[in-house]
């Protein structure tokens, strides 16, 4: 097969093309491992790469920050088979508070809206790698909102939704998502409040590992997410969820690495509902924003 893989940010974001870069190498490598040949957005115009390029290929995944992936892989929808995040799913988690009061409505906690005044954290309705997101006592402004800060350890799951092909559209499949492992995120909070993150261990085994699964299977399950996805979580008092990636994540470089599946694999078969029950991991892996790895 031939397939487009339309990272956004190698040609169009400084700060996150190393991230991009490293995400994409994952990839291509796991693709070409499996016989597959793997086009590339080549300049920076992004639209008319995949209108260029999304047409001769036979399967093709967006990864774009949250506020351009809709956009994006509606785009690519129109061309060739998708193997990430369906366009409208993807549209639902990368607005914040939209996904929070989804899961919160379907009885998976995410932090509580802040109370006017006091400490909270603001970040904006879409974004990625935690920029624009602080520890303050602002109020938030224009495209942002507030929630509580919930203490406890950073955490991702990293999982493949299934889905299936119909004549027209693409479809979730129902079937159970595939857990590829939890990731520990290590966050940095600066002096001026900033957020920064700073990369992950994967995979660990917390205390509250069936629980921990259990939310995030159940988040993509309300969300029908399909492909690749990251739930961002806070294991405290309760397991909370943050955010919902509709996309590869930098945990993907770390998984990867310690991962006997090839990637690739999985989100072709998953992309025809067909994923496998489980994956098999080996070792444990520190990798920071950059996808550089170091082996533990």
Do not use: W
């Amino acid at each position: 097969m031939k397939v487009f893989l339309a990272e956004y940010t190698v040609c169009n974001d400084p700060d996150l093309a190393p991230e991009g870069a490293a995400m994409l190498d994952t990839l291509t490598g796991s693709f070409e491992r499996c016989g597959h040949e793997v086009i590339t957005p080549e300049r920076p115009d992004f639209e008319g790469e995949i209108r260029r390029l999304a047409p001769e290929s036979d399967a093709g995944l967006v990864i774009a920050p949250d506020h351009l992936i809709f956009r994006y892989t509606h785009l690519l929808e129109q061309f060739t088979h998708n193997i990430g995040c369906g366009s409208m799913n993807a549209a639902v988690c990368a607005n914040k508070p939209r996904t929070a009061a989804i899961l919160a409505r379907n009885g998976i906690p995410v932090p509580p809206p802040a109370v006017r005044g006091g400490r909270r954290v603001v970040k904006p309705i879409m974004g990625c790698g935690a920029r624009g997101v602080r520890l303050t006592e602002e109020e938030p402004g224009e495209g942002e909102f507030a929630e509580d800060y919930v203490e406890g350890e950073a955490l991702s799951v990293s999982l493949v939704g299934s889905r299936v092909t119909g004549n027209v559209c693409e479809f979730y499949s129902g079937a159970p998502p595939l857990p590829l492992a939890i990731n520990r995120q290590e966050i940095a909070i600066s002096d001026d409040g900033r957020f920064h993150y700073m990369g992950g261990e994967t995979p660990v085994h917390p205390e509250r590992e069936d629980e921990i699964l259990g939310v995030a299977i159940r988040a993509m399950n309300v969300l029908g997410c399909q492909g690749y996805a990251g739930i961002d979580l806070i294991a405290g008092d309760r397991i909370y969820v943050l955010d919902v990636n509709p996309r590869p994540t930098t945990s993907l470089v770390g998984i990867a690495a310690v991962m006997q599946e090839e990637i690739a694999d999985i989100l072709i078969r998953a992309s025809h509902g067909e994923a496998p029950g489980e994956v098999h991991l080996s070792g444990r892996v520190r990798f920071d924003r950059d996808g550089r790895i170091q082996r533990l």
